[in-house]
């Protein structure tokens, strides 16, 4: 059943011309398994004001004393740039999540023959899941 | 059939592990997303909140989980790339080692914040 392909360099990107479905849906799982990853240290550096919240240690936030967990995080997310770097941490999200139940699908030998519908799928839907958070994400910051 | 594009070397322990872990990230990362964003807005989380949901125990253990699971995946994820990209020998072994304790690293703060989180600390 195995069977190999000589499938060139890959990463030449020099053809990406010549992609297939499959190959740009490894390439997409590649790029936003690094944002993830990126992401995730951010996260936990971010939470880590909690130490310094548990420890007592107050700041200022639109003109109010706050802890210094809710100051960082209600501070960020009063920055309009922020909050369009969270929608695309959401897009990246979704299209893992949704490429990755392809790729374990693929693993399970499931819908093989539609292995490239389901990648335009997961876009297709990472899109609509995306614009649809956009109110939810975006709701009382301004410019 | 249709040509396969993996990172991974099919049916080794680095591959089935990233699996295990997939299957349990894609339910989590859903769930923390939705709890953090529709239910609760990100803009009104406060320590007062975040301390409450830590002290339920489940959710607790959860979140701690969602990290190992959630580093290990990432973690697994970069070195098998680097590896399929064409990485070898001594800088194999030396990336391995880096990544390892940052992953490691990384463990270790969030546990500690979880905890701080728990009022365990």
Known sequence: ?143 | MAERYSSFTTGGTAWFLQRVTAAFLIVVLAFHFFLLHFVNHASEITFAGTQARMENIGYFLTMVLFLIAGAFHGVNGVYNALVNQGLSGTPKKVVLAVLVIAAGLLIVQGVWVALVMRGMI
């Open chain 1, 1 to 143: 059943m195995s069977q190999s392909y000589n499938r060139g360099l890959i990463e030449d990107f020099s053809r990406w011309k010549e992609f297939s479905a499959g190959m740009w849906a490894w390439i997409f799982h590649k790029f936003t398994g690094w944002m993830l990853i990126g992401y995730l240290f951010t996260h936990i550096a971010v939470l880590s004001s909690a130490i310094a919240a548990a420890d007592g240690q107050t700041m200022m936030l639109a003109g109010e004393e706050v802890n210094a967990y809710t100051g960082t995080l209600q501070g960020l997310e009063s920055l309009f740039i922020v909050r369009v770097l969270e929608v695309g941490l959401l897009a990246v999200a979704v299209f893992h999540i949704l490429n990755g139940i392809r790729l374990l699908m693929v693993d399970l030998g499931v819908g093989l023959t539609a292995q490239d519908k389901s990648f335009y799928a997961s876009l297709v839907l990472t899109g609509i899941i995306t614009v649809a958070s956009v109110p939810t994400f975006m709701a009382g910051v301004g410019l």
